[in-house]
């Protein structure tokens, strides 16, 4: 199967880990003497709507990349974001209602 880059910039990212979507691709890393890719690259999730920036973008590499779909990318990560959802914006009051 060929895939150019273009096509990869629109396609879902998701681990096989947990199953949770990471993203889209936005970009890649590409090895200028080699000529081959290195890692995509997710960007970070927006915080407070855009207003206070993003977090960090999500540098997968090629070796963890599992299966390259029609819409889909297949990764073998797992996002560290994911235990900071968790406790939510709402648990300090949680604990004190408790």
Known sequence: MVCRIVDMKNKEVISVKDGCRIGCVND??????CAKVIAIVVYGRLKCFGLLGREDDIIIKWENIEVIGDDTILVNYNPNWKRRRKAGFFAPLCKIFK
Not at 28 to 33: F, G, I, K, L, N
């Open 28 to 33: 890649v890393e590409v090895d200028m003497v």
